[in-house]
């Protein structure tokens, strides 16, 4: 899906721009484009970011302490 339409940067370019080593909006912002120009996409963006970083890191607590989560 379309994120940001002026620059045509989509959810997979924003969660890609994550798992490749951005840990903020600002980063992803850096390194996409997304939310430079008109910005109505911000927020959407921002909140994106946001949900797939903590996924990223509920991921890499699960890996680290597969016992835990396998108790759960």
Same mark, same amino acid.
Do not use: W
């Given at each position: 899906?379309? $994120?940001?339409l002026?620059? /045509? =940067?989509?959810?997979?370019?924003?969660?890609? !721009?994550?798992?490749?080593?951005?840990c903020?909006?600002?980063? $992803?912002?850096?390194n996409? /484009? =997304?939310?430079?120009?008109?910005g109505?996409? !911000?927020?959407e963006a921002?909140?994106?970011?946001?949900?797939?970083?903590?996924?990223?890191?509920?991921?890499?607590t699960?890996?680290?302490?597969? !016992?835990?989560?396998?108790?759960?």
């Amino acid at each position: 899906m379309y $994120v940001c339409l002026c620059l /045509g =940067v989509t959810d997979h370019q924003i969660r890609d !721009a994550i798992y490749e080593g951005c840990c903020s909006y600002r980063q $992803v912002r850096e390194n996409t /484009g =997304v939310g430079t120009q008109c910005g109505k996409c !911000a927020c959407e963006a921002k909140k994106l970011v946001r949900h797939t970083i903590h996924d990223v890191h509920q991921a890499q607590t699960a890996l680290a302490h597969p !016992a835990t989560f396998a108790a759960a």
